[in-house]
């Protein structure tokens, strides 16, 4: 697989089943190709709690596209590659339930890639793996939990641990996208 979809997404309310905003990176034949980021209105109440982390606020999101509307352009470009998040259980639960929410057709199942779990394999003598870590280390720039810095930063770590030798194949899974769960480990 030579293309990547780097993505990340923020959350209105501790229910995680709507995105506030989403961000993407896509990496090609090992470099970043396009970059893509969009407060998303999740039609849902926000939590005080997941304010104050993202900064996104219900006054942000007003104007914004629905998670269905959004779909029409950044549905295509999701589908375009091997999915990648950093903690990537959280963003494939998030996107698979938004999917269901707005009665989305998709797939059964998608594979993925965890830059969480490939980090842990790549970099073992770290502390731990959280986003926020890793790009200390790495000395990538990071602007947690901003939809756009942090799919920009899965990237760079993808990029970096497969220059490092990683072999995609032994970290991909798969995702049911109608259950919101990981299913066998994928090998190719």
């Known amino acids: 697989m030579d293309r990547y979809i780097c993505f990340d997404v923020e959350t209105p309310n501790f229910r995680n089943d709507r995105m506030s905003a989403i961000g993407i990176c896509v990496v090609e034949n090992g470099e970043i190709t396009e970059e893509r980021y969009s407060l998303v209105n999740p039609e849902e109440p926000f939590d005080g709690f997941n304010i104050s982390l993202t900064g996104i606020t219900p006054e942000m999101v007003a104007g914004a596209p629905s998670f269905g509307e959004l779909w029409q352009s950044f549905g295509p470009l999701l589908k375009s590659g091997l999915l990648v998040a950093h903690n990537a259980q959280?963003?494939?639960s998030v996107l698979s339930?938004?999917?269901?929410?707005?009665n989305i057709p998709c797939r059964d199942s998608t594979e993925y890639l965890c830059t969480c779990r490939m980090s842990k394999k790549m970099m073992p003598w770290m502390p731990n793996h959280k986003l926020d870590t890793v790009c200390r280390e790495l000395f990538?720039?990071?602007?947690?939990?901003n939809a756009a810095s942090d799919a920009r930063a899965c990237a760079e770590i993808l990029l970096y641990c497969l220059k490092k030798g990683a072999c995609d194949s032994d970290f991909r899974r798969g995702y049911s996208l109608r259950e919101s769960r990981t299913v066998k480990a994928v090998k190719c």
């Not at 339930?97 to 707005?102: M, V």
């Not at 990538?140 to 939990?145: K, R, S, T, V």
């Open 90 to 92: 959280f963003d494939m």
């Open 97 to 102: 339930k938004c999917l269901r929410a707005y």
């Open 140 to 145: 990538i720039d990071l602007n947690h939990h």
